[in-house]
Nanobody, 116 residues
């Protein structure tokens, strides 16, 4: 069974940075495109960044130029470097695969709170 474990969230001031990490176990990680998703209170979960198996990336307009997604296939990890954080980035962040359904069972996520 695939397990997703996200970490790295926390409380940060506007303009600050955080680096999130997701460890994937129980599958051949390298063949999958991976995404970072987020869910803010009262809102639907949204996709913010994708990295495919070859390393190509995609970003939502709301995070383009501020967030960078990367992966390490040797460690089965996908990271999200978040810079210039804004209050509207406050959400629980999750990772999961992209383009193949059904998605894996969601992990616990990691809370990111941007506030002064």
């Amino acid at each position: 069974q695939v397990q997703l474990v996200e970490s790295g969230g926390g409380l940060v001031q506007p303009g600050g940075s955080l680096r999130l990490s997701c460890v994937v176990s129980g599958t051949i990680f390298s063949i999958y495109a991976m995404g970072w998703y987020r869910q803010a209170p009262g809102k639907q979960r949204e996709l913010v960044a994708v990295i495919n198996s070859g390393g190509s990336t995609w970003y939502a307009d709301s995070v383009k130029g501020r967030f960078t997604i990367s992966r390490d296939n040797a460690k089965n990890t996908v990271d999200l470097q978040m810079n210039s954080l804004k209050s509207e980035d406050t959400a629980v962040y999750y990772c999961n695969r992209r383009f193949i359904t059904p998605l894996w069972d969601w992990g616990q996520g990691t809370q990111v709170t941007v506030s002064s």
